[in-house]
């Protein structure tokens, strides 16, 4: 069966367009991959930190340090029944404690 | 599909191209809404989850008005004569506000730093190691020097330290220790103002691990006041809580999604002249209503898909070339100590599929509805 040439156009413009797609989801696959093999050998290497430290939270809210260990820091916010729940707040840190006050924590405890 | 249906799909793509256009566009900034949405929280989930596996079995913290307080450094006796313990570490670590940077930085003490990389095994007093993230805001190096204000415990005046700067751990680690400060137990004991016989908590090993819960229940009873975390539990948090955090986060895209429908209902719904005289013109060459069915669902799957796919390339490009700089802002809030964004790439394939029919599938079904409509009247009124 002969296919016109408008036809045979069209489809080849879907063959070209097919092509690409497939080709950039290709692409996308082999990348993670990569991304995948060297991301956890960066991040077997960087799990001897938590091993030196014993800290094994992420560090996405470091402004607010209820936030820096969410399961550790404060358990009495909010969020502590879920570590890492919702953020209240990630602008705790802008105002420094005062140091006095600090002191004064520390000469309370026994 | 025949071949036919095809054909007259693709032609008539080409002949509502602009409107076409606008519909992939709208597909793909959908997708890419939900799958970066997806991308990082699964990436955020295995990360969490690979350096919580290193985590102690155990942390034990005490509580004092609801707050975590000081440990006694004596309680390590009583934890240690517990059946299934193997070592308790009591751990001084805490928040150190940094003028300079006008942000926290957490400093930790570790006696072994062998595995750091930095050429010692153990850190001299005043010798610090600095998270990537901290060092490349002070624009500090190894060797370098750098004066902090420590608190002084006997008079509560702030005294000037000099950190002798050991080493630097490297950028790719920022995500899990970008604000850390390392030094020994002397240094942040003066750096945070905890005294000798107090420590921040204990980390205990437990051994076997499955015995983790009856050693916390153990240790509650021997220190009254005690919260212990345990490492299972925690992974288990992480768990539920990314689910909750990205689940949150697409439902705020729920409207663009259905905006993007709505959109492509009112564009589909109201069909033009010429394609009601192009539905006629096939009626009544022969082309059954199915047939009509079929060339239509055809041209909205291709636009789909295509919006689809080309949203799915962009989400990954996104997340993992571009670092997320449309997300990271919202994730990181306004800190100053902002980590390097060094995801993995962790999604399940069935996962995305998913995705993309919950976009796919009702965007297909929509466009069907009007050309059925259509198919179903008489090719004589379709003409005139």
């Known amino acids: ?110 | 599909m025949t071949r036919a249906s095809l054909v007259y799909a693709l032609g008539a793509m080409r002949r509502r191209a602009g409107r076409n256009a606008a519909i992939v566009i709208g597909l793909a900034v959908v997708v890419l809404a939900f799958a970066t949405v997806l991308f990082a929280s699964e990436g955020l989930r295995s990360t969490t989850q690979r350096y919580a596996a290193e985590a102690p079995s155990l942390t034990v913290e005490r509580l004092v008005a609801g707050r975590a307080a000081l440990v006694d450094v004596a309680d390590a006796a009583r934890l240690e004569a517990i059946p299934g313990v193997r070592a308790v570490d009591p751990r001084v670590w805490g928040y150190f506000y940094l003028g300079a940077l006008e942000a926290n930085v957490t400093v930790v003490s570790a006696t072994d730093v062998h595995e750091l990389g930095v050429g010692t095994d153990v850190l001299g007093d005043d010798e610090a190691i600095f998270g990537a993230s901290v060092a490349r805001v002070l624009g500090v190096r190894a060797g370098d020097r750098i004066a902090v204000a420590a608190t002084g415990v006997s008079d509560g005046v702030p005294v000037p330290r000099f950190l002798r700067v050991r080493g630097v751990l490297e950028r790719e680690s920022s995500l899990l220790a970008g604000d850390l400060v390392v030094v020994n137990a002397a240094t942040a004991r003066v750096l945070l103002g905890v005294p000798d016989a107090s420590a921040t908590d204990f980390a205990v090993d437990v051994f076997p691990p499955e015995e983790s819960g009856v050693v916390s229940a153990a240790i509650v009873d021997a220190i009254p006041g005690a919260r212990v975390v345990d490492r299972e539990s925690l992974g288990r948090s992480f768990e539920l809580t990314f689910d909750a955090r990205a689940g949150m986060l697409a439902a705020t895209l729920v409207p663009a999604l259905l905006a993007l429908l709505l959109l492509a209902w009112e564009r589909l719904t109201g069909l033009s002249d010429e394609e009601r005289r192009e539905i006629g013109v096939l009626k009544a060459i022969g082309w059954s209503t199915s047939d009509v069915l079929r060339a239509r669902l055809t041209e909205a799957g291709l636009v789909a898909l295509v919006g689809a796919t080309l949203g799915l390339v962009l989400a990954y490009v996104h997340a993992f070339v571009l670092g997320a700089p449309l997300l990271a802002p919202a994730l990181f809030g306004w800190s100053n100590l902002r980590p390097e964004w060094a995801l993995v790439p962790a999604t399940d394939p069935a996962e995305l599929f998913v995705l993309i029919a919950a976009i796919v599938v009702p965007f297909a079904g929509i466009s069907v509805v009007p050309a059925w409509r259509a198919a179903n009247v008489d090719p004589d009124r379709l003409l005139r």
Request: glycine fraction near 6%; avoid cysteine; aromatic fraction near 2%.
């Open chain 1, 1 to 110: 069966v002969s296919v016109p040439s408008f036809a045979r156009a069209r489809l080849s413009a879907l063959l070209g367009v097919t092509a690409v797609l497939v080709l950039a989801l290709i692409s996308t696959g082999i990348d993670a991959r990569a991304r995948s093999v060297t991301g956890r050998a960066q991040q077997a290497h960087a799990a001897r930190i938590v091993r030196a430290t014993g800290l094994s939270e992420l560090a996405l809210s470091t402004s607010s340090t209820w936030l820096r260990h969410p399961s550790l820091a404060a358990p009495s916010a909010a969020v502590s029944d879920a570590p890492l729940g919702l953020d209240v707040d990630p602008a705790g840190a802008t105002i420094a404690r005062p140091t006095r006050e600090r002191a004064i924590e520390m000469e309370a405890v026994p």
